[in-house]
């Protein structure tokens, strides 16, 4: 009798068809982060010559408190403030990310940048919610143009400063040595088209070092070059 029914167990065990049930793995919420977004100039340094272009890059990262994560979902406008026009203008859009590029930026004067990030609404569980959030002002400066020749028989430096420089100063200073030692030696005057030429003396087969300097003003950053020749 009790082998009979150990059987019975057994069997009864069996046609239920007991199986252990997997647990569902709850659905991911949706969490609301602060963002950060960041401006710099790509490479060299935050100053250009007139006419020349800078490559920015900006960053959007967001955060829950406890793990930083980039922002992958909304986009990142670049605004321009200019010293001739200081209203913030949108100048270029691009996706969001770890890393945004803006390249081949061409500053007409002094300018100030800034990044301003959408923020994003998630559309379903699988998403977060993005705060926007926009960048401290990044400054770019702009040099005027330069461009000059130099006749070495003569010792005659001419050439010409771009853009509003008409009838405007600039420094010369010189050197017997390339030890910074300058002395001052006078002050030129462009004409009315920016064109300059400057003389100086020297022995046959004497170098010299000459410095020329074009101060900044509200729109546009200082300039200053050395250069030498040698009078043949």
């Known amino acids: ?26 659905a991911q919420a949706t969490e609301n982060l602060t963002t950060v977004t960041t401006l710099e100039v790509a490479y060299g340094e935050p100053t250009v010559e007139y006419g020349e272009t800078v ?4 960053s959007v990262q967001a955060t829950n408190g406890v793990t930083t994560t980039s922002a992958y979902y909304g986009t990142v406008t ?19 990310g770890g890393y945004v590029s803006f390249p081949d930026v061409k500053p007409e004067s002094n300018t100030s940048y800034k990044a301003v990030y959408s923020g994003y609404a998630a559309t379903n569980t699988a998403q977060n919610n993005y705060a926007p959030s926009e ?15 130099i006749a070495s ?28 030692n300058w002395k001052k030696y006078k002050t030129i005057k462009t004409n009315k088209k920016g064109k300059f030429k400057v003389r ?22 200082g300039w200053s070059q050395a250069y030498y020749t040698t009078r043949y």
Do not use: C
């Open 200 to 221: 100086f003396y020297a022995k046959t087969g004497q170098t010299l070092y000459f410095l020329l300097t074009v101060k900044g003003d509200a729109h546009y950053t």
């Open 1 to 26: 009798m009790k082998t009979s029914r150990l059987i019975a167990t057994l069997v009864t065990g069996s046609l239920l068809g007991l199986t252990p049930t997997a647990l569902a793995a709850p």
């Open 55 to 58: 490559a920015i890059r900006g």
């Open 78 to 96: 670049l605004y321009a403030a200019s010293s001739k026009n200081p209203a913030w203008v949108p100048i270029a859009t691009a996706t969001a």
């Open 135 to 149: 960048s401290a002002p990044l400054s770019v400066g702009v040099q005027r143009k330069v461009t000059y020749k």
């Open 153 to 180: 028989r003569k010792l005659i430096v001419s050439g010409k400063v771009t853009p509003e420089f008409s009838k405007k100063k600039i420094l010369v200073h010189t050197a017997k040595k390339n030890n910074g």
